[in-house]
């Protein structure tokens, strides 16, 4: 779908990186461009897992950076900015993730940018927003998941402020930004020219409050954290059985009256009678339903909720959800072939388009490059670019 894009990608850690592979997986050609000692992530770990030239590679880094070539310059020399400034003539986008200022002190500020391509669509992804009182902080994903307000929403209790298991400040600021490079290049068709879109992980975290944010902005009405129960809707959540806990969602009333006699509760009880009773009473109906569940399984509990239609599920962990057909079925887990670890199966993309059975845009998925892999051919083709451009001149 993006076959015909040039991503130039400046970012490293997470949320930069996420948004060029998104592009990538979409069938852009994305070349990240990396300082000569390379993107802080290589060095994040443990884990590493060792390649048959006795290398070491960051299991971290192989989440984010498949479909990518990556080259490596010193933006801080000549070199490094004449290679930029090449990149930058034959590409349709560029992503960053400095801190504010830093790409104009290094020659390269916006209005360069566009004077050097018109059409270029660039993509500045900050920690706090590129302006107001905070702007020049570093964006650090849990540090954004608490100033955010995310952690104050996660967790058992108010006294233990919990981030989420995986970067998810990092993770939705790619995501905004992938979507927003996507819409600027469709204005771009009509206007020809390119603008400059920005996100935040801040603006990351605000954008998913959702429900609980128009809790306070509306009704003034502070959420706390609620631990693994709905704050809005009982009973879903988690809930123990004899071995091992289920989770359940009973989200319409027409739900809860299949669900009540399962647990031998009266659907009309006064107690539990509709949604805003049975959220007041969330306790009460808490234990009652885990009375019941002691005395069988998960496996038979979830036998008898999937009979009487009532949503619900396991716990799984990662190692039984990447063995799970359905997770295989979706074409979430991919084969590429790195080049010094061989095989290895990476966590896929996450959109599939008409009947693939595969997620993403490519056929072949291209490995996470190794530092600087591809310096050679990148020159390559910028020379034939630049060749072709002086021939049609």
């Known amino acids: 779908m993006l076959s015909d894009i040039v991503v130039v990608d400046l970012t490293r850690a997470l949320a930069g990186p996420h948004a060029a592979m998104m592009l990538g997986d979409l069938g852009a050609t994305v070349i990240k461009v990396e300082s000569p000692s390379g993107d802080d992530t290589r060095q994040w770990g443990p884990p590493f897992v060792t390649g048959n030239e006795g290398d070491e590679q960051s299991t971290y880094f192989l989440s984010c950076n498949r479909n990518k070539l990556s080259v490596t310059a010193d933006l801080k020399g000549d070199d490094g900015r004449r290679l930029l400034e090449r990149l930058v003539l034959q590409a349709d986008v560029l992503v960053e993730n400095f801190r504010p200022g830093v790409l104009e002190r290094l020659g390269f500020g916006y209005e360069r940018l566009h004077a050097l391509n018109p059409r270029l669509v660039i993509c500045q992804i900050t920690g706090f927003g590129h302006d107001g009182p905070e702007a020049a902080r570093a964006g650090y994903d849990q540090i954004a998941q608490g100033e955010g307000g995310l ?38 068709d009509r206007t020809g020219r390119g603008r400059v879109v920005r996100t935040s992980l801040l603006a990351g975290m605000i954008g998913v409050h959702a429900f609980q944010g128009t809790r306070w902005t509306v009704a003034h009405d502070l959420p706390g954290a609620a631990g693994n129960h709905h704050p809005s809707i009982s009973p879903y959540g988690l809930f123990r059985t004899a071995d091992s806990p289920v989770q359940l969602s009973v989200g319409s009333e027409g739900l809860w009256r299949r669900f009540a006699p399962l647990v031998g509760v009266d659907a009309d009880d006064p107690a539990f009678a509709t949604n805003p009773l049975r959220v007041r009473n969330r306790d009460a109906l808490t234990a009652r339903v885990e009375e019941a569940f002691a005395a069988a399984d998960a496996q038979t509990w979830l036998a008898r909720l999937d009979e009487a239609g009532v949503p619900a599920g396991k716990v799984r962990t990662l190692d039984d959800v990447y063995a799970w057909e359905q997770t295989r079925s979706q074409g979430l887990l991919v084969e590429v072939e790195h080049e010094t670890l061989g095989s290895i199966d990476l966590p896929g993309p996450t959109l599939r388009l008409d009947d693939q059975p595969y997620a993403g845009a490519r056929e072949k998925n291209l490995p996470p490059p190794r530092l600087g892999q591809h310096n050679a051919e990148v020159a390559a083709w910028l020379d034939e670019r630049e060749s072709l451009a002086a021939g049609g001149a």
């Open 151 to 188: 952690m104050s929403l996660t967790g058992p209790d108010a006294d233990h402020p919990t981030k989420v298991g995986v970067p998810i400040a990092d993770l939705l600021a790619g995501m905004n930004a992938a979507y927003g490079i996507a819409a600027a290049l469709h204005e771009r």
